[in-house]
């Protein structure tokens, strides 16, 4: 098991920028596969941007260009930066791993097939982000 803590959420104009950050508890070395998710009032929790081992990334088509997730192994944390923010973007931001190791040696982590709740059995609590115009 590995326990997940988000920061960095807050309220911003359109435009404006937002870096979240998730530190896990678990040396991310062990974990090939984590993610950013997030929720906006009233909708399904929806994929945002993976990330493995080896630093490969895909994105949701709705973030590309605007958003970059990051890793940094020596302090166990997981960034999402976040710029040109539009109103849409407003979601309780998640992050989540796939503890068992299997969608990154099965060859599924960066793939929008991953991309999916169901995908990642670890959790954080979630960072609130809310963008107004």
Not at 36 to 45: D, I, L, M, N, P
Not at 46 to 75: C, M, P
Request: hydrophobic share 35%.
């Amino acid at each position: 098991q590995v326990q997940l803590m988000e920061s960095g959420g807050g309220s911003v104009q359109v435009g404006g920028s937002l870096k979240l950050s998730c530190v896990a508890s678990k040396h991310m070395n062990s974990m090939g596969c984590m993610a950013w998710f997030r929720q906006a009032a009233g909708k399904e929790r929806e994929g945002v941007a993976i990330i493995d081992s080896a630093g490969d990334t895909i994105y949701a088509d709705s973030v590309k260009g605007r958003f970059t997730v990051s890793q940094d192994n020596a302090v166990n944390t997981l960034y999402l930066q976040m710029s040109s923010l539009k109103v849409e973007d407003t979601a309780m931001y998640y992050c989540a791993a796939d503890p068992s190791g299997h969608l990154f040696s099965g060859g599924y982590c960066t793939t929008h097939g991953a991309m999916v709740p169901a995908s990642f059995g670890s959790w954080g609590q979630g960072t609130q982000v809310t963008v107004s115009s």
